[in-house]
T-cell receptor, first 113, second 111 residues
Framework: DTGVSQNPRHKITKRGQNVTFRCDPI?????LYWYRQTLGQGPEFLTY????????KSRLLSDRFSAERPKGSFSTLEIQRTEQGDSAMYLC???????????FGPGTRLLVL | SQELEQSPQSLIVQEGKNLTINCTSS?????LYWYKQKYGEGLIFLMM?????EEKSHEKITAKLDEKKQQSSLHITASQPSHAGIYLC???????????FGKGTKLSVKP
C-alpha cells in the first residue's frame, strides 16, 4: 500500500467531453504531484501542490487542464474538451516522511474515443 | 534527446540468472530513484540514491550511483518470475522535487 488512492481507475469518454479524476493521499503528507504516462514512456510531470498551493505547472498542462487541492488533502485533475491525445495514464504521487521520496497511486487510465 | 537513457529497453532472462539495468543521465544527478511498474498499474518505489558511490540493497536487488559518470545501475541476483515488470529510473532535477523519468526497461523472467 503506497498510501495513495485514485478514482476512477478507468475512464472512457468521447472527444469533447469533460472528465475529472481524484487523488486521495494519506492526509499528513504535504506534497502532491500529478504525472501523465503514455504507452512505452516514463511518467511526465504535470503539476504539484504544497498543501493547497499549486506551486509549479509543466508546459504540458494546457489551458484545458486544471488541478485543485482545496483543503490540502485530496486533489482533483480536470480535463475540459478532451482530445484523443489526452489518452494516457494519469498518476498521482505523495511525498513520504523524508519529504522527497514519491509514492505513486495506481493511476487513472483515460481513453478518449 | 531523452535526458535519462535506460538500457536495455527490454530484457528476457531465465529464472535464476543475474541481470543489470543501466540508467544514464545527460545532466548532473541530484538524486536517482528506481521504481518498478506492472503493466497498467502505478509505480512501486524500490530505492533512492543521493550520493556518488552510494549503494543500496533490498532483498535481491542492488542499486549503485556513479555520480561522475552520471549513471546508475540496478542489479538483480538470481531473478525470479516475481521480478518481471518495467523498471524505471527517475531523476530529481533539484526543481522542487518533480521527477524526470527514463522510458523504462521491460524485464521478463522465464520460469
Amino acid at each position: 500500500d503506497t498510501g495513495v488512492s485514485q478514482n476512477p481507475r478507468h475512464k472512457i469518454t468521447k472527444r469533447g467531453q469533460n472528465v475529472t479524476f481524484r487523488c486521495d493521499p494519506i492526509s499528513e503528507h504535504n506534497r502532491l504531484y500529478w504525472y501523465r504516462q503514455t504507452l512505452g514512456q516514463g511518467p511526465e510531470f504535470l503539476t504539484y501542490f504544497q498543501n493547497e498551493a499549486q506551486l509549479e505547472k509543466s508546459r504540458l498542462l494546457s489551458d484545458r487542464f486544471s488541478a485543485e487541492r482545496p483543503k490540502g488533502s485530496f486533489s482533483t485533475l480536470e480535463i475540459q474538451r478532451t482530445e484523443q491525445g489526452d489518452s494516457a495514464m494519469y498518476l498521482c504521487a505523495r511525498t513520504g516522511v523524508d519529504g522527497e521520496t514519491q509514492y505513486f497511486g495506481p493511476g487513472t487510465r483515460l481513453l478518449v474515443l | 534527446s531523452q535526458e535519462l537513457e535506460q538500457s536495455p529497453q527490454s530484457l528476457i532472462v531465465q529464472e535464476g540468472k543475474n541481470l543489470t539495468i543501466n540508467c544514464t543521465s545527460s545532466k548532473t544527478l541530484y538524486g536517482l530513484y528506481w521504481y518498478k511498474q506492472k503493466y497498467g498499474e502505478g509505480l512501486i518505489f524500490l530505492m533512492m540514491l543521493q550520493k556518488g558511490g552510494e549503494e543500496k540493497s533490498h532483498e535481491k536487488i542492488t542499486a549503485k550511483l556513479d555520480e561522475k559518470k552520471q549513471q546508475s545501475s540496478l542489479h538483480i541476483t538470481a531473478s525470479q518470475p516475481s521480478h518481471a515488470g518495467i523498471y524505471l529510473c527517475g531523476a530529481d532535477r533539484g526543481s522542487q522535487g518533480n521527477l524526470i523519468f527514463g522510458k523504462g526497461t521491460k524485464l521478463s523472467v522465464k520460469p
